[in-house]
């Protein structure tokens, strides 16, 4: 089992930053594929950004250019570091991880192996 913990979620104006984190635990070696996906209130949940183990990425349209995502394989951490951000960017963020070695192009919501508990990210007008 992989145990996954984000923290970084806050209140930001528009225009500001935040960094988001997510420290995996437990069968580490086995994870293939992180990535962060987020969901709006009365939304269904989105892809954000996708990151392999080799650093190859996939981002949603409307966070290109202003997110990225980055790994730190020693740490067993992957980040999101998001920019200029925007009130519709407000959602729960979620940390997932998967042992198998799908390409993010096609990467799917079923096949995420594992999730965290979520970060709320609200920002202002």
């Known amino acids: 089992q992989v145990q996954l913990v984000e923290s970084g979620g806050g209140l930001v104006q528009s225009g500001g930053s935040l960094r988001l984190s997510c420290a995996a635990s437990g069968r580490i070696f086995s994870i293939n594929v992180m990535g962060w996906y987020r969901q709006a209130p009365g939304k269904e949940r989105e892809l954000v950004a996708i990151i392999t183990t080799g650093g190859s990425t996939n981002y949603a349209d409307s966070v290109k250019g202003r997110f990225t995502i980055s790994r730190d394989n020693a740490k067993n951490t992957v980040y999101l570091q998001m920019n200029a951000l925007k009130p519709e960017d407000t959602a729960v963020y979620y940390c997932?991880?998967?042992?198998?070695?799908?390409?993010?192009?096609?990467?799917?919501?079923?096949?995420?192996?594992?999730w965290g508990q979520g970060t709320q990210v609200t920002v202002s007008s």
């Open positions: 997932a991880a998967e042992d198998r070695p799908i390409s993010p192009s096609i990467m799917q919501i079923s096949h995420w192996g594992y």
